[in-house]
């Protein structure tokens, strides 16, 4: 899963960068804040883009599931660790992870059976075997349905004046 994000943020950061010939640097400031702001929202519910719903735990003794702990998606923090820079360019960053399960987890969906007759886990010490489960979102990308908070935005293209003002060298206008 990945996000790509492009020099064209606002017409003010155009115009500020206009005199900036090697974008290269900026747009890296952009992508480390955009990886920064998505790894912090494991621990800060205030950065996600919408709240996780809780993790489901099923009650052995009276066989029914609720809904109690809170969702962290920090079992062994290898998603977390996992969010970089992938591709950099002079006119796009992409930040991104090559964990294949992190688009399940931000946009949600169906997990089907495909190599076997069920789905095996366990919840509470039970074993359960299913042919489909439903995976709720819980996002952590600043993305809603494709679009960037306007948070996220604010706080990166805060990043990516002062990347440009420290570039070319004077004060810029404000976005």
């Known amino acids: 899963m990945a996000v790509q994000l492009r020099d064209n943020l606002t017409p003010a950061l155009r115009r500020l960068a206009a005199g900036v010939e090697d974008k290269k640097p900026i747009l890296e400031a952009m992508g480390t804040q955009l990886a920064s702001l998505t790894r912090r929202a494991f621990n800060e519910p205030n950065l996600r883009p919408a709240p996780w719903p809780n993790k489901l735990t099923f009650n052995a003794s009276s066989g029914t599931f609720s809904r109690s702990e809170p969702s962290r998606l920090r079992k062994n923090q290898v998603l977390v660790r996992s969010i970089r820079i992938v591709k950099l360019t002079n006119s796009s960053v992409t ?70 003002k420290a570039l070319a060298g004077g004060p810029g206008p404000a976005a």
């Open 95 to 164: 930040v991104g992870t090559d964990r294949i399960y992190a688009a399940i987890h931000q946009l949600g969906g169906e997990i089907r059976a495909k190599n076997a007759p069920a789905l095996a886990f366990k919840l509470g010490g039970q074993l359960f075997l299913r042919k489909k489960v439903t995976m709720p979102a819980r996002p952590f990308f600043p993305f809603i349905g494709g679009k960037m908070t306007e948070a996220a935005q604010a706080k990166i293209r805060a990043i990516a004046e002062a990347k440009i």
